[in-house]
């Protein structure tokens, strides 16, 4: 079941002459073709076309009593163009008919609007084409999902989303986009120069004490251990020390 549902229709005449009409057209139905026809069924289309079979000898007997070409259907239409016939002959059943300029008429509609607990069509305004008069009834109301009223005539974003105030950057100049990107990098750029400045002095400062040693990384040999791989000539006994007092070291 739909929580709202309105339908724009013909409006159905209420003049006594069409509800003659429709009795006219059941009876009808039922003697010749056997057929069971409420009132609602019937269309109002079809008293449309009842008045149209009377608009167009309207039309005729005006052109002959102007002298016109009854042949010529342009000519005969063309009578009733720009005017709005009387509907005042209990013959015609709509009431009166507008022609605009254009040949067109100018027709009345019904607004109809479901009511959501019967799920019947009640008639709730009427708008007259000729006089361009919505007339609402007083005692009838529109049932809005929600009970808010109606719709806004636009979505608060549009109708595809694009409004300006619903784009979060739709704002944002070229200036303000690009000053953040250049601060991004710049800050990216500056760690990744540190970085580097740091390593590049920590391999030259490596570079530069290559043959330093620790003092600890030095380990002491005593001559007396070395054996016969320290030998020294009798002819240096008197004018050096003795290896035996000397100390060796290696690391």
């Not at 059943?93 to 027709?107: C, K, S």
């Not at 005692?139 to 608060?156: F, L, Q, R, T």
């Not at 030998?231 to 690391?251: E, L, M």
Request: with cysteine.
């Amino acid at each position: 079941m739909y929580e709202s549902l309105m339908i724009i229709s013909i409006r159905v005449p209420v003049r006594e002459e069409y509800q003659l009409f429709i009795k006219n057209i059941q009876e009808t139905s039922r003697k010749k073709f056997s057929l069971n026809l409420e009132s609602a069924s019937v269309n109002p289309l079809v008293a449309a076309f009842y008045d149209c079979v009377l608009l167009y000898a309207y039309s005729l007997n005006k052109t002959l009593s102007e002298g016109g070409n009854p042949m010529n259907g342009r000519s005969i239409a063309r009578q009733i163009w720009n005017s709005t016939v009387p509907g005042g002959n209990k013959l015609r059943l709509t009431g009166d008919i507008t022609i605009n300029e254009n040949g067109d008429r100018e027709a009345d509609y019904t607004l109809n609007d479901m009511d959501p607990e019967t799920g019947i069509m009640v008639p709730i305004a009427t708008f007259f084409g000729s006089r361009r008069i919505y007339d609402k009834r007083a005692d009838a109301e529109i049932n809005w999902p929600g009970k808010n009223g109606p719709p806004p005539d636009i979505p608060p974003c549009g109708f595809t989303g694009d409004a300006p105030e619903c784009i979060p950057n739709a704002e944002l100049s070229p200036i303000k986009i690009i000053l953040p990107i250049l601060l991004a990098v710049s800050v990216v750029g500056s760690v990744i120069g540190a970085f580097a400045y740091r390593k590049i002095m920590l391999e030259a400062k490596l570079a530069d004490h290559w043959w330093k040693i620790e003092w600890s990384d030095l380990e002491f040999i005593d001559a007396n251990h070395m054996g016969s791989s320290l030998s020294f000539s009798k002819s240096h006994n008197r004018s050096t020390p003795t290896v035996s007092s000397q100390k060796f070291f290696h690391f």
